[in-house]
């Protein structure tokens, strides 16, 4: 059975400091990865996306940067954090030509 | 207008009672539906998928209105586990991206 993996659980950062968020699935071969954030309250909203290594396309303008340097890895990072960048982070897969989606538990980042 | 709207709630119900939540999408180009529940400070994990001819599973019914562009999702005797946030959920035509809701909260009261 497919797995997915987030780490870490939780990350308090200070303002300006860099960030790496790391997610893998497990148990499937070249999913699609997904990187939503979900601030307090809000709904999802979809950051990155890739149908396979190195290729990825970012939804939103952002100091965010996503890469996938293996078929079921998916990196999260950004070089300088800004306070609005707290929130929940979720990776998701899915399978080639399937919509469903699949979340891993998420890393809640809290900036200060 | 968001693309996908529902009512935050929360609906706050007795055990046993039959609960439902709509929601509306605005792109008619919409293909896929689906309903997710979200727990407290947890991932979503889908519920059900939404098929055109409506679906049941257990307690959980959905319809889906293409000509109104609604959604809903129907919980029979509702149980204290059901309390959580379910998210409305669509898929544009050949798209990997999924529209999420903002979610209902639905509490389960003894």
């Known amino acids: 059975s497919q797995t997915i993996h987030q780490w870490p659980a939780t990350l308090v950062q200070p303002v300006g400091s860099p960030l790496s968020l790391e997610c893998t699935v497990e148990g499937t071969s070249n999913p699609n990865l997904y990187w939503y954030r979900q601030a307090a309250g809000r709904g999802l909203q979809l950051l990155f996306y890739?149908?396979?290594?190195?290729?990825i396309s970012s939804e939103v303008p952002q100091n965010l940067s996503a890469s996938r340097p293996q078929d079921r890895q998916f990196i999260l990072s950004s070089k300088k954090l800004l306070l609005s960048d707290s929130g929940f982070y979720l990776c998701a897969w899915s399978t080639g030509g399937e919509e469903t989606q699949y979340f891993g538990p998420g890393t809640r980042l809290l900036v200060l | 207008r968001k693309e996908v709207e529902q009512d935050p709630g929360p609906f706050n119900v007795p055990e046993g009672a039959t609960v439902a939540f709509n929601c509306t999408y605005s792109n008619s180009a919409s293909q896929s539906f689906f309903w997710y529940r979200q727990d407290c400070r947890k991932e979503p994990k889908l519920l059900m998928s939404?098929?055109?001819s409506g679906n049941e599973d257990g307690r959980f019914t959905a319809q889906l209105n293409r000509a109104s562009q609604y959604i809903s999702l129907l919980i029979r005797d509702s149980k204290l586990s059901d309390s959580a946030t379910y998210l409305c959920v669509v898929s544009m035509d050949s798209s990997y991206k999924l529209i999420f809701g903002s979610g209902t909260r639905l509490l389960v009261r003894p």
């Open positions: 939404v098929y055109s």
């Open positions: 890739s149908v396979g290594i190195g290729q």
